[in-house]
């Protein structure tokens, strides 16, 4: 089967630094993707690695290890409005779905 | 900012009824999916198409059918309505490209059958 876990809730501090965790069980990896949503809203696209090393995109980072099967979004600079659910996705072949993780919620303290 | 629309924004309906879900997109993308999600739950792939005529069930059994006779427009219909049904539908596109892998998701579609 295919499996993507990463932690269902995540606190962090405003202004602080925090790293969301996805490892994954797939038959094939072709690459992985974050997206972010807001209570009541529509998921929208972060970033997307398909070789191993870190992409950085302003305050947000993610990193890829194919090796490992794991990856990681990197949120620095923490804002409120950042408090959000993050989702980790493989696209398992070039013409396959994507699969999503069960999604990650953060809450950021004052 | 992508184009991808979804009507209506709320749907109200009494069990047994047959409704259809719009979804269109203007960016001319070829893949196109359709997800059900409850309130800060995961997301569900129900349906999904890889172009014209093309459509192909997702992980989720799903009561619902769909088609693809037009690049830019998914509809979803569900036959018979049931209170089990009530949920967010939410319909994404992408041109999925490898190196540029991003799905637009269109604004969603709440559905509360009575």
């Known amino acids: 089967g295919q499996s993507l876990e990463q932690p269902s809730e995540v606190t962090a501090v405003e202004g602080a630094i925090v790293q969301i965790n996805c490892t994954y069980q797939?038959?094939?990896?072709?690459?992985l993707s974050w997206y972010q949503q807001h209570d009541g809203g529509a998921p929208t696209f972060l970033s997307y690695n398909a070789l191993d090393g870190l992409e950085e995109t302003g305050r947000f980072s993610s990193f890829l290890s194919r090796s490992d099967s794991y990856g990681y979004l990197l949120l620095q600079e923490l804002q409120m409005k950042d408090s959000a659910s993050y989702f980790c996705?493989?696209?398992?072949?070039?013409?396959?779905?994507?699969?999503f993780g069960k999604g990650t919620r953060l809450h950021i303290l004052p | 900012e992508a184009d991808i629309y979804q009507t209506p924004r709320y749907l109200v309906i009494g069990t047994g009824k047959k409704i259809t879900l719009e979804c269109s997109q203007t960016m001319g993308h070829d893949k196109m999916y359709w997800y059900q999600q409850d309130p800060g739950m995961e997301l569900h792939l129900i349906h999904y198409?890889?172009?014209?005529?093309?459509?192909e069930k997702g992980d989720l059994s799903s009561e619902s059918t769909v088609s693809r006779i037009r690049t830019e427009h998914f509809p979803l219909t569900l036959e018979s309505a049931r209170p089990s049904h009530t949920s967010q539908y939410l319909c994404a596109s992408s041109s999925g490209t490898g190196f540029s892998d991003t799905q637009y998701f269109g604004p969603g579609t709440r559905l509360t059958v009575l």
């Open positions: 797939t038959s094939g990896f072709y690459g």
């Open positions: 198409s890889y172009g014209v005529n093309s459509t």
């Open positions: 996705a493989v696209r398992v072949a070039r013409d396959d779905k994507i699969i």
